[in-house]
C-alpha cells in the first residue's frame, strides 16, 4: 500500500518539481520494486483533485477534469503509472481519496486539512478562517471507510473485472458552513457554557476546487464496498477526542 505523498494544493504550486519528484517518482520506485519483489498487488492513493472544477456531478471515474494545480497532475500520472503496471501483470489499483478525515489528523502547520484544522481552533474557542465565502462543498470520507476499501482490495478476491481506479467517498455533499455548523453542535454538547463560533473570511485559494461530490457505484458494484460512518458522528467522535485530550 503506497500512501506516501506530497499531498498538499498550495505547497504544490509553490514548489511544483519536488511535488513532482515525490509523488511521481517516488510511485515509480514503489512499483519497480513491486515487480524487483514479485509483490502481487499494489494500491496508490491517487485523489479528488484530479477532477478539477468538472461540471456535473456527481463525479464518475471517466470524468476526470481540468488539472488545476501541480499537486493534482502528479496524482493524473500517478494513476497512468498504475495503468501501465497492471498492463505488464501487476496487480494494481488507483484509489481517489476524497476528503479523508478521522482521529489522529495533524491539525497543525500552514497545509493542514480543513477538518482538523477547525476542530483544533474551535475546541480552543478560535474563530475558524474560511478561504472565500464558505459554500465550496467537499465529499468527506471517515479513515475507517478509507482503511476498509484499501483492505478489500489487498486482501479480498481479485476479480477480473477490477479497474485500475475507483473513488472513495460518500456520494454526499457538505459546504465548510456546514462543517463549521457540525463542529459548534458537538461542542455545544460536550463542553459547558460554550458560545457558538462565528467564521471569518479570506481570499480564495489558488488552485482549490469549488465544487467536490463523488459516485461510489463503480467500487460498490465491483467490490460491493459502501462507506459506514456517517459525516454528523465522524466529527463528534472527533470533537469528543479532542476534548478529552485537553482534560
Known amino acids: 500500500v503506497h500512501l506516501a505523498a506530497q499531498v498538499s494544493v498550495p505547497l504544490s504550486v509553490e514548489k511544483p518539481e519536488e511535488t513532482n519528484e515525490i509523488n511521481v517518482l517516488g510511485t515509480d520506485n514503489v512499483i519497480q520494486s513491486c515487480f524487483d519483489n514479485d509483490v502481487q498487488r499494489l494500491v496508490v492513493a491517487s485523489s479528488a483533485a484530479v477532477y478539477g472544477n468538472a461540471d456535473t456531478l ?21 494513476e497512468q503509472q498504475i495503468l501501465e503496471a497492471r498492463n ?9 481519496f476524497f ?33 472565500g465565502d464558505g459554500l465550496h462543498t467537499r465529499d468527506f470520507v471517515h479513515v475507517d471507510d478509507v482503511c476498509d476499501a484499501i483492505w478489500s482490495l489487498i486482501d479480498g478476491e481479485w476479480k477480473a473485472d477490477n479497474h485500475h481506479v475507483y473513488n472513495v467517498a460518500t456520494q454526499t455533499r457538505v459546504t465548510l458552513l456546514d462543517l463549521i455548523a457540525i463542529i459548534n453542535n458537538s461542542l455545544t454538547q460536550g463542553m459547558p457554557n460554550f458560545t457558538p463560533l462565528i467564521p471569518t473570511h479570506g481570499p480564495e485559494r489558488v488552485g482549490d476546487i469549488r465544487h467536490s461530490m463523488a459516485s461510489i457505484a463503480r467500487i460498490n458494484e465491483t467490490i460491493q464496498w459502501t462507506p459506514k460512518v456517517e459525516f454528523e458522528h465522524g466529527i463528534k467522535e472527533l470533537v469528543l477526542q479532542r476534548l478529552n485530550s485537553q482534560s
Open 58 to 78: 456527481p463525479l464518475k471515474e471517466q470524468d476526470a477534469g481540468q488539472i488545476l494545480s501541480p499537486y493534482a497532475e502528479s496524482k493524473w500520472i500517478n
Open 88 to 96: 505488464n501483470g501487476l496487480k494494481a489499483t488507483a484509489l481517489r
Open 99 to 131: 476528503n479523508v478525515y478521522g482521529v489522529g489528523q495533524r491539525p497543525d502547520g500552514a497545509y493542514a486539512a480543513v477538518v482538523p484544522k477547525f476542530v483544533d481552533m474551535m475546541v480552543n474557542k478560535q474563530a475558524p478562517k474560511i478561504n
